[in-house]
């Protein structure tokens, strides 16, 4: 039954190193020697979007910044809006799924991954269950 389960954990896959010439860090400590740094790779980014950025913000009126701000205010109270609804239909899809899955006790709570990787084994079982 084990073959049937055997998933790879996103955190176990290693994050290829990255040039610190290319790459600017944004003040927070950098992984030790021989760590993976997967959890700090969402905060490196190349010097060009940063410089780019910043020359850009220098050459806007004090109107333009002020409509920019206000823009940047909508934009942002819409934007989380989204996400909002999106995360909250995520989460009724996760509790539908958990509904479907047979566990002991029945009403143990579990993790999204777990719940995925249960789902996965689930159907492998059914899927072995019917080819047999």
Not at 38 to 63: C, H, W
Request: hydrophobic share 40%; aromatic share 10%.
């Amino acid at each position: 039954m084990a073959d049937f389960c055997w998933i790879m954990d996103v955190e176990e896959r290693e994050i290829k190193e990255r040039n610190d010439t290319e790459m600017h860090y944004m003040g927070h400590l950098k992984p030790k020697a021989g760590e993976s740094g997967n959890q700090y790779a969402s905060i490196f980014f190349p010097v060009e979007l940063f410089l780019e950025k910043n020359s850009e913000m220098g050459s806007l009126t004090r109107e333009e910044e002020r409509r920019r701000r206000r823009a940047t205010q909508k934009y942002r109270t819409a934007h989380a809006t989204r996400e909002r609804i999106r995360v909250e239909a995520f989460n009724v899809a996760f509790a539908e799924l958990r509904k479907l899955l047979p566990t002991l006790p029945p009403d143990k709570k579990l993790s999204k991954i777990e719940i995925l990787r249960l789902a996965i084994c689930y159907i492998a079982y059914l899927n072995h269950v019917l080819d047999a």
